[in-house]
């Protein structure tokens, strides 16, 4: 029986033991959190086959582990697995930065371990349950450490494919671009409007006028302050850039609104049919954008982790 381990049994971890005992209940799925409690609730619900409170014995015999923490604990995690990783053991993860997790991951595993990072692009709510169709119908993105073999990234893609989800291939720089405009971005104006707001004179009385707008315009500055950070860090270059191309357009708007306000409405009218035409989790039309994509895509259909229990060798 192959054997998986789960690295952080929050809402991510336990919906992927969950949606991979749902495809094949042939397969053992062990886990471990930091809150031992929350690893006994995702066994509890069926996610999890095992639950350990010790990371060594989490990852003992594991052929492929999935680190489902917060961003700013893997690189500290990566360095205290690398000693406990079975040779040739595959590693995936969920973080939505990728060029620093293939940093951490080459120089805490160096040949050990082949590394195809992960990040699933889901909507999570502050009262999301666990699911097994979590990834269902989702883009979830495949990015693999240069030192990755081919055979983990055919064995990562049928993973991707028994959650349910659509793999999409992205360079890692291409990645993290992407997530500064489309996460990121958001996030740090999310956090920049409501301290605007909350250190005015005005707010005390100004805020009974607030609606849902300002509510979902400032709904990330209430994630977890020391994700933020991380996030904001780790990928501070690219975020800075696009936070300055953000800056010059808005200079340019409120110039308009005094020198010519036909140019705005211009262009709040493209911004408007931009959005009307935008689809949560749907790209440009395939037969118009071709994408070269690994030959393992064509096999999804015929098996599952076939040959998981023994180790490809490296190409």
């Known amino acids: 029986m ?8 929050g809402l ?19 886990g471990h959190d930091r809150e031992h409690a929350r690893a006994l609730d995702a066994k509890k619900l069926g996610a999890l086959d095992r639950a350990e409170w010790n990371l060594p014995a ?13 961003l ?31 940093a951490w991951a080459e120089a805490a595993w160096g040949d050990r371990a082949s590394y195809v990072g992960g990040d699933p692009i889901v909507d999570l709510g502050r009262d999301e349950k666990p699911s097994a169709t979590l990834f269902q119908g989702r883009t979830y993105c495949v990015i693999a450490a240069p030192r990755a073999s081919s055979g983990a990234v055919d064995q990562v ?12 291939f992205l360079d890692p720089i291409e990645h993290d671009s992407y997530l500064a405009m489309t996460s990121q971005l958001p996030a740090f104006l999310s956090s920049t409007l409501m301290s ?18 300002f509510g979902a315009a400032t709904a990330a500055s209430l994630d977890e302050t020391d994700e933020l950070v991380a996030h904001f860090v780790a990928n501070r270059e690219v975020l800075k850039a696009w936070i300055l191309t953000l800056r010059d357009r808005m200079t340019e708007l409120s110039e308009l609104l005094d020198d010519d306000p036909p140019g705005l409405r211009n262009a709040l009218g493209a911004a408007r049919e931009a ?25 999804f259909s015929s098996w599952f982790f076939g040959g998981l229990g023994g180790r490809r060798k490296r190409p």
Do not use: Y
């Open 2 to 9: 192959s054997r998986i381990a789960i690295i952080g049994t």
């Open 12 to 30: 991510v971890g336990t919906s992927i033991g969950l949606a991979l005992k749902a495809h094949q209940s042939n397969l053992e799925i062990v």
């Open 58 to 70: 989490a990852l003992e015999g594991a052929s492929m582990v999935v680190v489902a923490t917060p």
């Open 72 to 102: 700013h604990s893997m690189e500290k995690l990566f360095a205290q697995m690398a000693e406990f990783l079975d040779p040739g053991c595959i590693v995936t993860d969920t973080a939505t930065l990728k060029g620093p997790t293939i």
């Open 157 to 168: 893609l049928r993973f991707v494919n028994a959650l349910g989800a659509d793999p999409m």
């Open 196 to 213: 605007v707001a909350a250190e005015s004179p005005s707010w005390r009385d100004g805020q009974r006028l607030a609606t849902h707008r």
């Open 275 to 299: 959005r009307a035409s935008w689809r949560p989790g749907e790209g440009p039309d395939p037969e118009k954008v071709p994408v070269e994509m690994p030959r393992a895509r064509d096999q």
